[in-house]
Nanobody, 127 residues
């Protein structure tokens, strides 16, 4: 897996929407989004996307965030709606997964499932 490059971070009003993008080297790996909140050392998992299209989400973002990818553009997306101030953080794209049954699987909150990480893009939600 080559480098991951995120974009799309911005400052947005509470209740607003934002779409993050992550470009990657064409691959069949599982992909995910993590975020690092201000003052926190550790990233928390936000969403995961298996290579067969299965998704997983943190409870805090279910119904508001959607992870998807466009393989023709080698781009992973995170559509974020109804943003809250607690969604503020640096959003980091990751790739990896464990291979079984012809699919690369990953769980959104399992850092050990991901071996390649981007640098992140900053999202600030204003109250």
């Amino acid at each position: 897996q080559g480098p991951l490059v995120e974009s799309g971070g911005a400052s947005v009003e509470s209740g607003g929407s934002l779409t993050l993008s992550c470009t990657y080297t064409p691959s069949r790996y599982c992909m995910g989004w993590f975020r690092q909140a201000p003052g926190e050392d550790r990233e928390e998992g936000v969403a995961g996307l298996d290579s067969d299209g299965t998704t997983s989400y943190a409870d805090s973002v279910k119904g508001r965030f959607t992870i998807s990818q466009d393989n023709a553009k080698s781009t992973l997306y995170l559509q974020m709606n109804s943003l809250k101030p607690e969604d503020t953080g640096r959003y980091i794209c990751a790739a990896g997964g464990f291979y079984t049954g012809g699919v690369y699987h990953c769980k959104y909150n399992r850092r050990e499932h991901f071996g390649t990480w981007g640098q992140g893009t900053q999202v600030t939600v204003l109250s």
